[in-house]
T-cell receptor, first 112, second 116 residues
């Protein structure tokens, strides 16, 4: 079955710097790759996702890149702000209507 | 955006008892998913609930321990049976929705279960 590895487990950056979180997946049939942000005591919140027919997607300060050949995808956050501090999870799936397999999570701390 | 509610939001239960968690969505959805998030950990899928058929369980999760009902396209329940302290977790439901013009998965607020 699908396996998703996520790195790093913790990431500390200075406010205004960029943050990059990387994930690799094992199942070449995976086509849907969402990213979730989870603040303490709250539900995972979908922040961006990408499908295998594109290599990059941007939404304001957030971007996701996908390399299907290498089976890895990354989350890029530019101009980080303290409110970006949270745990970020990547996931992989065959489709958005299918089960999600999650990475282990990255705790991002943005220092003011 | 999708309105997904769960009841209860939290509960403290005694060992050996059961807890039933409800997930309600504001519109009809085909698939509903139940996840477990143990303290400080990632999310693990328990089962997929289809309306009108038996739930599909992931490896390591069995129907006797986690019975699921899906009586209609807006509602599902997950029961955690014969509770032990190891069942202390957050349980979340998720659904596929098309709120931003394309299909995505959204989560309910979760149910925090503590077993004493």
């Amino acid at each position: 079955g699908e396996n998703v590895e996520q790195h790093p487990s913790t990431l500390s950056v200075q406010e205004g710097d960029s943050a990059v979180i990387k994930c690799t997946y094992s199942d070449s049939a995976s086509n849907y790759f969402p990213w979730y942000k989870q603040e303490l005591g709250k539900r995972p919140q979908l922040i961006i996702d990408i499908r295998s027919n594109v290599g990059e997607k941007k939404d304001q300060r957030i971007a996701v890149t996908l390399n299907k050949t290498a089976k890895h995808f990354s989350l890029h956050i530019t101009e980080t702000q303290p409110e970006d501090s949270a745990v970020y999870f990547c996931a992989a799936s065959k489709d958005s209507s299918y089960k999600l397999i999650f990475g282990s999570g990255t705790r991002l701390l943005v220092r003011p | 955006s999708a309105v997904i509610s769960q009841k209860p939001s939290r509960d403290i239960c005694q060992r050996g008892t059961s807890l039933t968690i409800q997930c309600q969505v504001d519109s009809q959805v085909t698939m509903m998913f139940w996840y477990r998030q143990q303290p400080g950990q990632s999310l693990t899928l328990i089962a997929t609930a289809n309306q009108g058929s038996e739930a599909t369980y992931e490896s390591g999760f069995v129907i006797d321990k986690f019975p699921i009902s899906r009586p209609n396209l807006t509602f599902s329940t997950l029961t955690v049976s014969n509770l032990s302290p190891e069942d202390s977790s957050i349980y979340l439901c998720s659904v596929e929705r098309r709120d931003r013009g394309y299909n995505e998965q959204y989560f309910g607020p979760g149910t925090r279960l503590t077993v004493t």
